[in-house]
């Protein structure tokens, strides 16, 4: 069965996450990307742990092609490309492409089907536009720093995956898909844009809502929500065990895991909302309970009354569980595994058909299949404009 993007194809002129984390969700889902590295390679094919390349992670089921932007010659090839191209993908600072020839502008001239999607630290407006942005600076100027970490904390705390990066990506896929749909009815393709910094603000919904609602300024909770007690990691015997209690009914059955009969019943727990504001001798009361017994038997126990609970598993702990592993999340390819996108499909599936690519190893391949001749494509070989590398089959 075909994927569900099969017979699209992508120009990826990325680097790093952002934006190789959109093409990636476009490869997952059947899409022929084609990701455009400088010659040397793309910056995170190295990495100070050997055995570890950031790159292979955000970058399999794609196609390399190394070529040197530049030079007018390197251009020339993305502009040929980008003629055919359904989707143009990129992620360099506002303006930088455009001086190459190869913005939205320029590009859509000669392709007017063409999606052009721009991730970026700030967007393509406004006063910060030309500021470099990375992850970090757009947790801390979301607010996001400034609420993850412990009760009290005074501590500036990013949360521990790159957020923003990882949220513009899926953003800019989104977009895509949309203006896929917007292209199937009216044959035009279009700009889609987002940032780093609005895609981490928009993952803020609870903090941003409270505030727009009452003025509250969200400070560190840990792991509480800040609209339902119980709802966070609680000590047991041996470790700890997160649990959702955020009604009335789930309370009852928490309590009766718990075998307190006195516990439901005490006024200063009666509700949702007291529970919220005595959250701290809620949980004391709690922890001296679950120090009978082990983060497996609670979780048991809790399991069999219908109340949301787990451990807080580690890396290792979470990749080998059985139910991850009965979903199939992990994927085998060349040896090698990789987490798939978490999608499925009941006609057409998500795929990992490919690892991540040496670098240049398609540039032939990608050429001739663009309508350049064997002496073209040697002759951009010979000037250094195209790089192969352990090259493919056509």
């Known amino acids: 069965m075909a994927s569900p993007l099969a017979g699209l194809t992508v120009l990826d002129c990325t680097h790093v996450i952002a934006g190789a984390w959109c093409s990636l969700l476009l490869a997952d889902l059947g899409a022929d990307v084609i990701k455009i590295e400088p010659l040397e390679g793309e910056t995170t094919r190295g990495h100070p742990k050997a055995r570890f390349k950031a790159f292979d992670y955000v970058n399999r089921n794609k196609r390399s092609l190394a070529v040197d932007l530049s030079k007018p010659e390197g251009q020339a090839v993305i502009k040929r490309l980008a003629k055919s191209a359904d989707i143009f993908v990129e992620n360099y600072r506002p303006g930088a492409l455009d001086r190459m020839g190869l913005g939205y502008a320029q590009l ?6 063409l999606i052009y999607a721009s991730v970026s630290g700030f967007g393509l407006t406004g006063p910060y536009r030309d500021r470099g942005g990375f992850d970090l600076i757009a947790q801390a100027m979301s607010g996001i720093m400034s ?21 513009a990506g899926v953003f800019a896929a989104l977009g895509v898909l949309a203006a896929l749909h917007h292209r199937e009815k009216t044959g035009e393709g279009q700009h889609v844009e987002t940032s780093l910094l609005e895609s981490a603000i928009a993952y803020t919904v609870w903090e941003t809502g409270l505030h727009l609602s009452t003025g509250e300024v969200a400070k560190p909770n840990g792991s509480r929500h800040r609209l339902a007690a119980p709802y966070e990691a609680l000590k047991t015997a041996d470790g700890h065990v997160v649990v959702g209690v955020n009604n009335d009914r789930l309370w009852a059955r928490f309590c009766q895991a718990l075998g307190d009969p006195t516990l439901k019943d005490d006024p200063q727990f009666a509700d949702g909302r007291s529970r919220v504001l005595n959250r701290d001798a809620l949980a004391e009361r709690i922890e001296k309970v679950l120090a009978a017994a082990t983060t497996e038997e609670w979780v048991a126990r809790f399991e069999a009354v219908g109340v949301p609970s787990g451990p807080i598993n580690t890396i290792d702990k979470a990749l080998t569980d059985p139910h991850v592993e009965a979903r199939g999340l992990l994927a085998e390819v060349e040896g090698r595994k990789f987490t798939r996108t978490p999608l499925q499909f009941s006609k057409t599936p998500v ?14 391949q990608v050429l001739a299949q663009a309508g350049l001749g064997d002496d073209e494509i040697e002759k951009l070989v010979a000037s250094g404009v195209i790089g192969v590398g352990e090259e493919v089959k056509a």
């Open 108 to 113: 859509s001239a000669e392709n007017p089907a």
């Open 147 to 167: 609420f993850t970490g412990e009760v009290g904390s005074t501590k500036p705390t990013a949360a521990g995956v790159p957020l923003s990066d990882l949220n």
């Open 351 to 364: 795929e990992v058909k490919r690892g991540p690519p040496p670098l240049g190893s398609s540039s032939r």
